[in-house]
């Protein structure tokens, strides 16, 4: 049977972090699916709009060769029905999120993969306004 997978995600001023995160959670299993934050989720977590926008951010995640399907995430509590949604077996995030979705383990395993280090969408956007 095939093992599905869901991540999500900004994905914004995509870097090889994002690369790493999307091959491990690829490694998992058979089908990545990726939930890519909609401008407004992202506003309302972060007081701020990505850089690329939602439409943007989504065609980058569909040109990558190991991710089968990639939706927006409306909401954070939404995730349960997303992952039903999606029939995932498997959530996987980045440890900056660890414990946070062990709510959905009885739904699905959960794993956590350590983030890249010394890279994020924060740390480039800081030094591209000091440029």
């Given at each position: 049977m095939?093992?599905?997978?869901?991540?999500f995600?900004?994905?914004?001023?995509?870097?090889?972090?994002?690369?790493?995160?999307l091959?491990?959670?690829?490694?998992l299993?058979?089908?990545?699916?990726?939930?890519?934050?909609?401008?407004?989720?992202?506003?309302?977590?972060k007081?701020r709009?990505?850089?690329?926008?939602?439409d943007?951010?989504?065609?980058?995640?569909?040109s990558?060769?190991?991710?089968d399907?990639?939706?927006?995430?409306?909401?954070l509590?939404?995730?349960?029905?997303?992952?039903?949604?999606?029939?995932?077996?498997?959530?996987a995030?980045g440890d900056?999120?660890?414990g946070?979705?062990?709510?959905?383990s009885?739904?699905?395993?959960?794993?956590?993969?350590?983030?890249?280090?010394?890279?994020s969408t924060t740390?480039?956007?800081?030094?591209?306004?000091?440029?």
């Amino acid at each position: 049977m095939a093992t599905r997978v869901i991540t999500f995600g900004t994905f914004d001023v995509f870097h090889v972090g994002h690369i790493n995160i999307l091959e491990r959670c690829a490694s998992l299993g058979d089908t990545l699916i990726v939930g890519v934050s909609s401008d407004d989720l992202n506003y309302s977590k972060k007081s701020r709009y990505p850089i690329y926008t939602q439409d943007d951010r989504l065609k980058i995640l569909q040109s990558i060769k190991f991710v089968d399907e990639v939706f927006f995430e409306e909401s954070l509590e939404k995730k349960r029905e997303y992952i039903k949604f999606f029939k995932a077996d498997i959530l996987a995030m980045g440890d900056d999120w660890a414990g946070k979705f062990d709510e959905f383990s009885d739904i699905c395993k959960v794993v956590y993969f350590p983030r890249t280090p010394s890279i994020s969408t924060t740390e480039i956007i800081e030094i591209a306004k000091k440029i």
